[in-house]
């Protein structure tokens, strides 16, 4: 994920956080969000994540990150620890997706969620055309080396969302390179959302 | 073998202080006069801002790294502290201090008593590791320290790390406690409990007055043999010892069969050379009465606490196993203290955090760092 595009999801991301704000990031990875945040908005950041190697990278980086898993890792976080909870490209490798998002939302103010569109057109075309699994620049894994446990459209979050009765304040849904404004659900590989 | 250098021919000093009323302890009794042994790598920076005091384990001291003149075993945590290592001399100051209570230099049961003239032995106050963090506290001042770039410590050490994190937050400016607990539970006082009643049902501990006979050998080499077994951990005997058994000749049929039994042997036996078991007792208890909120939630003694914490425990540690690492984790994230908290994949049980060196350094060093550059870092950010 290393790609663009990456780079262009942390660029919204940035642009939905408030500068100096506090921030949980689930799943940080290696740290390289936190780290841009800090650098651009001069967030107080905290990251959880269960890789350990993952972990030494964040130390390397000086993002504090805890070693542990995004369920009882969040769990233990009072009401409205965080201005933003992030859930980057994590929610979909997720056991239980309903429960850390409900949980995002009561420890963090806002919170932030990105994830790979399954209906991308690309997608659409693979399996309609090849009548294959898809593997596209957003969903780069074969069916046997994915860690992703969901697959979700962008219309899917839009209706999840409105069943729960969180609010969406600001999206943005993200092309190979570029933000893409009309039919997102079509042409976006990633959609981001800042929701309360 | 970790890259780096050695901290080289080094030398442990005693600071003595007197305070004008004695030194209060915790338990309201007070000590006329204390010693500490103490030893420092590396050099202080002209503004005061590199120094890390380090705390030993149980049955550690002051001398961490390097060499003492003629000596062939370096310090303790040679393997971290020294140029190029993870507690970097070439960057930081490092102190590292015996306890109070101790028995290699410091003031304990096996001092003299002004009073007396006489070694303490049980006469000696029951201490806590509240106060040995009162002592190094005063050493630290005498060093001419405001403000410490971070303390760490494993074990016993790890206690000390959180009764400064607790005590003197404004004293520190992170804080690495390692393979520790912020209580200990009834299996961990259990376990030392077995170690004091073994050196006190030894008939030449003749309740602490053994200075000058015969010390309770015995006593002391069986409670450090249960120490050793709590920590290592199941894997680790079995890689290290397997089954092997030791010469076939045997003179006594319950004598070292097997090589596991020599191990605890040998190191029972060598303990008693350098420890005293009145110590011991005394050092133990203090751990077993320790609780870094004195019976209050963590989070509460931890609120607005402004050092940045690096918490590291090891996989296979059953003596302080992970649970109690999430607890002190817990309660940085209901208080708000910034933490990162890793735990390392170890096979080696509780000694892990002596020879797991690889991992710990590639988080400390890189913490640390940060930790010194911190307060430029985040002035970027200002206004």
């Keep these: ?196 | 073998m970790q890259p780096g250098g050695s901290a080289g021919t080094v030398r442990t000093r005693q600071y003595r202080f007197s305070p004008p009323d004695g030194f209060l302890l915790e338990n309201g009794e007070s000590l006329r006069e204390i010693t500490l042994a103490y030893e420092t790598y590396g050099r202080l920076n002209p503004d005061k801002t590199n120094a890390i005091l380090i705390f030993h384990a149980l049955s550690g001291d002051a001398h961490a790294a390097g060499f003492h003149p003629g000596d062939r075993k370096p310090g303790w945590w040679d393997a971290m502290i020294g140029p190029g290592k993870a507690f970097d001399t070439d960057k930081y100051f490092i102190v590292c201090s015996n306890v109070l209570g101790g028995c290699k230099g410091s003031t304990g049961p096996s001092s003299i008593n002004p009073k007396t003239q006489r070694p303490y032995g049980l006469s000696f106050p029951m201490i806590s590791i509240g106060d040995m963090a009162a002592c190094q506290k005063q050493l630290v001042d005498h060093l001419g320290i405001g403000k410490l770039l971070s303390i760490a410590g494993g074990s016993m050490g790890g206690m000390q790390v959180l009764a400064w994190l607790t005590k003197y937050p404004e004293r520190i400016r992170s804080a690495i406690p390692i393979s520790t607990a912020m209580r200990h539970s009834p299996q961990q006082i259990a376990f030392n409990e077995v170690g004091r009643q073994a050196i006190m049902a030894d008939r030449d501990w003749r309740s602490g007055n053994y200075y000058g006979g015969h010390p309770p050998a015995r006593g002391l080499s069986l409670a450090r043999m249960i120490g050793h077994i709590t920590y290592m951990s199941d894997q680790s005997m079995e890689t290290k010892f397997g089954r092997q058994r030791k010469e076939k000749f045997k003179p006594f049929k319950f004598g070292a069969d097997f090589e596991v039994e020599g191990y605890l042997h040998y190191h029972g036996q060598n303990f008693v050379k350098r420890f005293d078991a009145n110590s011991y007792l005394y050092i133990t208890r203090a751990m077993d009465n320790f609780d870094a909120a004195e019976g209050k939630p963590l989070q509460e003694v931890l609120k607005g606490v402004e050092a940045r914490v690096l918490v590291i425990a090891f996989k296979s540690d059953w003596l302080y196993p992970a649970y109690q690492t999430k607890e002190i984790v817990k309660a940085c994230k209901l208080s708000g203290v910034e933490a990162s908290c890793c735990e390392i994949d170890s096979t080696y049980g509780h000694d892990a955090f002596l020879l797991e060196v690889e991992e710990e350094t590639n988080l400390i060093a890189h913490f640390l760092k940060k930790a010194l550059n911190g307060h430029e870092v985040t002035g970027e950010y200002e206004i």
């Excluded at chain 1, 997706?97 to 790979?116: A, M, N, Y």
């Design chain 1, 1 to 196: 994920m290393k790609s663009d595009l990456a780079r262009l999801d942390h660029r919204i991301i940035s642009d939905f956080v408030d500068p100096r704000s506090s921030v949980l990031d689930l799943g940080c990875g290696e740290g390289e969000l936190l780290d841009y945040l800090a650098k651009e908005k001069g967030v107080r950041g905290q990251g959880i994540e269960i890789n350990e190697q993952a972990i030494y990278k964040c130390v390397a980086k000086g993002v504090n990150v805890l070693h542990g898993d995004l369920d009882t890792g969040l769990s233990e976080y009072l009401d409205n620890s965080f201005n933003f909870v992030i859930l980057n490209q994590s929610l979909q490798q997720i056991r239980n997706v309903e429960t850390v998002l409900l949980d995002s939302v009561r420890v963090g103010e806002k919170v932030i969620v990105g994830f790979p569109n399954f209906a991308h057109i690309g997608s659409r075309l693979q399996l309609f055309f090849k009548g294959r699994a898809p593997v596209t620049p957003s969903l780069p894994y074969q069916w046997y080396e994915s860690p992703n446990l969901h697959f979700l459209s962008i219309l899917d979050f839009f209706d999840y969302c409105g069943e729960k009765g969180l609010k969406i304040e600001r999206s943005a849904f993200l092309g190979n390179k570029r933000r893409v404004r009309m039919f997102p659900n079509l042409f976006a590989g990633i959609g981001i959302f800042l929701i309360s």
